[in-house]
């Protein structure tokens, strides 16, 4: 793999590629445009396969739009993300990209295998000095791009970044893409005590819709969060859904509780949005971060995942009627969820977890299967990876908030704090087995942990001074023993390493041992005593 610097050569062939290109530009549409650049590719260059990938910057991902040489291997529409495979990265470092031998390669899209491709060269495309696509040919013997090769293509890709704009072309679908970059940043702004990124991907051509997500710090401090979903699509959509997210956010500064400003938009969207639907959350965090305020308007619950336990789960909170529909029986719930240090809180649209033919039951599982409390980006590609390479069928509106800092660790509880000496082991040693029984321990490891702590109870004795302290404590879900004594050295600590098994002749039991398989321990040893800390895996 090289990576390709800069190019500085030219010759004849360069101008005449200009004059041609510049020559069709002016006559032809977007897709007669993209064909034509990959005709002269393939004549200038002799390539055997070429393939257009524009960017959708809110998705972050590239999108096959035409291609030459793959016949049935090329699928319009094909996502990839930016960071992935051999077009993500020339999109990433935005220079361009060589392959002298696909071997080395580890994407397997057909996009970049197909036609039996040995060699490649990609090169990024710019437009308005933004990064605007990605143009890549390939090879099916072996060869060695040259510099002059790379500054051919990269005179291809300047002439294709007018497609980009081309796309644009209507006063329809200008108006809604202005109104789509608007309400949707493509960064979102850093709130203290926590990290949040954001996906936006549209289920059709005009390129925007209903969908949207917002997050807000009021003065109070308290930070806003919001994803909806107005019905329909196209610059109609998402006209209403500009008027919803000003109005509710206008709303939330009057507002303490999220069901008394989802109420407020429901009365909006009956008098002055009538014939529209809505779906909303709106969340409110505290400015401690340690609690989730939630009111649904019929929108899927969002996923909370702990940092302690990995595991997705939708929360708990009640889904009231959507915008539009009139107002619920009970009136507009709000329910409160904690947020601990390191955990992750995904918010989305329907997009994301609905299919053809399929129960949406089954793309909730997948949801909350795919998160973990990872960065918020990181998870919000994995997420929008979900959503699979074919063209969605709704809009997809995707947020990801995890709160900054370490899991809290609740403060350990003591269960035993008991000296021993020789006559009080056994007694002793029974006590931890009852304590352990009644933690839930399985049988087996009760067994492990409870040898563990008696051989190092007779170590203490036997180099120790005779005696020693025990403490059992209860963290979290596991089981901690300290036993302390007052010996300046102990001798297990020479057997540590997993590599090394010991004989029993070598401490007197394989008590030890059996701990250093089942449990981490950790020995302090110095002139004052040794201290042995056993921590079960709980």
């Known amino acids: 793999m090289r990576v390709i610097e800069g190019a500085t050569d030219s010759d004849e062939r360069l101008r005449g590629l200009e004059a041609v290109t510049d020559a069709a530009l002016s006559r032809l ?24 990938l524009l960017l959708d910057p809110h998705a972050r991902q ?24 051999f077009a993500g990265r020339i999109a990433r470092d935005r220079r361009p990209l060589i392959v002298d031998d696909i071997a080395e390669e580890s994407d397997t899209s057909a996009l970049v295998r197909g036609g039996g491709v040995r060699s490649l060269l990609g090169v990024p495309i710019f437009g308005g000095g933004q990064l605007a ?30 497609a980009t704009h081309t796309r644009a072309g209507s006063v329809d679908r200008d108006t809604a893409l202005a109104l789509q970059r608007s309400l949707l940043p493509t960064a979102l702004a850093e709130v203290p005590g926590v990290e949040m990124a954001a996906r936006y991907l549209p ?24 994803v909806g979903d107005v019905s329909g699509h196209g610059l109609a959509a998402a006209v209403v859904m500009g008027r919803l997210r000003s109005a509710l956010r206008a709303y939330a500064l009057i507002c303490s509780d999220p069901a008394d400003a989802l109420t407020l938009l429901d009365a909006k969207v009956h008098h002055f949005e ?13 400015p401690s971060r340690d609690s989730i305020h939630i009111s649904l308007a019929g929108h899927p619950p969002p996923v909370l995942v702990d940092a302690d336990d990995h595991v997705g789960l939708l929360t708990a909170a009640p889904t009231d009627v959507p915008l539009g529909m009139g107002h619920p029986a009970t009136g507009r719930r709000t329910t409160v969820v904690d947020f601990p240090p390191g955990a992750l809180l995904v918010c989305y649209t329907d997009g994301l977890v609905e299919r053809r033919r399929e ?57 035993l704090d008991e000296p021993f000496d020789r006559a009080g082991v056994a ?46 404590l209860a963290e979290g879900p596991g089981l901690v023993s300290e036993i302390r004594d007052r010996g300046a050295g102990f001798p297990a600590a020479t057997f540590l390493s997993r590599q090394e098994r010991p004989t029993p002749s ?17 020995i302090e040893s110095g002139p004052t005593g040794t201290l042995v800390r056993i921590t079960t895996a709980g």
């Not at 009538?274 to 969340?283: D, F, K, P, R, S």
């Not at 070598?506 to 950790?522: V, Y």
């Open 359 to 415: 129960s949406i039951d089954v793309g909730l599982d997948r949801l909350c299967a795919t998160v973990w409390p990872g960065e918020p980006d990181e998870v919000c590609t994995a997420l929008m990876l979900v959503v699979g390479e074919e063209r969605p069928t709704d809009d997809t509106a995707l947020l990801a908030i995890r709160r900054s800092g370490p899991p809290a660790r609740p403060e350990p509880r003591v269960l």
């Open 133 to 162: 696509g990605v143009l890549h040919v390939g090879s099916v013997r072996p060869r060695a791009f040259s510099v002059t090769e790379v500054r051919l293509l990269e005179m291809v890709a300047d002439r294709a970044s007018v």
């Open 274 to 286: 009538t014939g529209n639907l809505a779906t909303v959350l709106y969340a409110m965090i505290p």
């Open 29 to 52: 549409g977007v897709d007669e445009l993209l064909t034509e650049l990959l005709d002269r590719v393939f004549e200038l260059l002799q390539v055997d396969t070429a393939v257009f």
């Open 427 to 472: 007694a002793l040693r029974r006590r931890v087995a009852d304590e352990a029984s009644r933690h839930g321990m399985p049988d087996d490891a009760a067994d492990d942990f409870v040898a563990a702590v008696n051989e190092v109870m007779t170590n203490a004795i036997r180099h120790g001074g005779g005696a020693g302290t025990l403490r059992l």
């Open 506 to 522: 070598s401490t007197g039991g394989m008590g030890l041992w059996i701990a250093q398989q089942t449990s981490r321990m950790h």
């Open 203 to 226: 289920g059709h051509d005009s390129g925007v819709g209903g969908d949207w997500y917002d997050v807000f710090t009021l003065p109070s401090g308290w930070l806003g969060v919001v």
């Open 62 to 85: 590239l999108v096959a739009t035409a291609a030459k040489g793959l016949d049935q291997e090329f699928r319009p529409g094909v996502r990839v993300p930016v960071g992935r495979g």
